[in-house]
């Protein structure tokens, strides 16, 4: 096996290992959720209707650069998700896409600011996550949806989908898990902290982090 194979086949398992990880956790369930890793030519993507926990390095789905379907089960029919993302982001390696409790939850609330979901709680939420846009609701499939991604992708590696969940790209796999759990536990101390007094970073702290910590 050359070494462009063994590279490919590790990224399969580590995606099978990660996917089952948030499956395990309860981040995943069913067959909700995908995940996608870019390589040299093309990419891996989570078949259709396929449970991250229970996935099969084997039958991942491969596509070419152009996002056509190569060889694997047939892919995810949110592709679409995973592609504008890496069309708007040339150093992204890895995409998660959920649709995680607390997130999906925090994506249905009326009111919320589209340029940035969240509210500056933690640390690490500002570092991990950064502004989080809000994509508008369309049925899942729904092409659209791929436009209105794309329109946010330059500016933002984390979108929450409206009514749906969030979508994360990252610098590599590992970078892209972090940042939906960091999203994920975010959202819920936003749930959590609805309604009580909270002390929120200041725009002082938070630009000490952009420049300590920079995306």
Request: glycine share 8%; net charge neutral; hydrophobic share 40%.
């Amino acid at each position: 096996m050359n070494e462009t194979h063994l590279r490919e086949s590790k990224l399969r398992e580590q995606m099978a290992e990660l996917g089952k990880s948030l499956y395990d956790r309860g981040l995943a369930h069913g067959s909700a959720g995908n995940i996608s890793v870019k390589l040299a030519d093309g990419y891996l993507l989570t078949p259709t209707n396929s449970c991250l926990g229970r996935l099969d390095p084997a039958k991942i789905s491969r596509l070419d650069g152009n996002g056509k379907f190569i060889s694997g089960d047939a892919p995810s029919k949110e592709a679409f998700l995973h592609l504008g993302m890496y069309q708007e982001r040339a150093t992204s390696a890895a995409v998660v896409h959920l649709h995680c409790l607390n997130a999906v939850a925090v994506s249905c609330l009326d009111g919320l600011n589209p340029a940035d979901v969240f509210p500056p709680i933690t640390a690490y939420a500002v570092m991990q996550v950064g502004k989080l846009a809000l994509a508008p609701y369309y049925a899942p499939g729904d092409p659209a949806l791929a436009d209105a991604v794309r329109k946010l992708a330059s500016k933002h590696h984390a979108i929450l989908l409206a009514n749906h969940g969030p979508v994360v790209a990252g610098r590599s796999l590992a970078t892209a898990f972090y940042a939906i759990e960091e999203l994920e536990q975010t959202a819920k101390l936003m749930l959590l902290l609805q309604g009580r007094a909270t002390r929120l970073l200041t725009p002082e702290q938070i630009a000490d982090l952009n420049r300590r910590f920079p995306g």
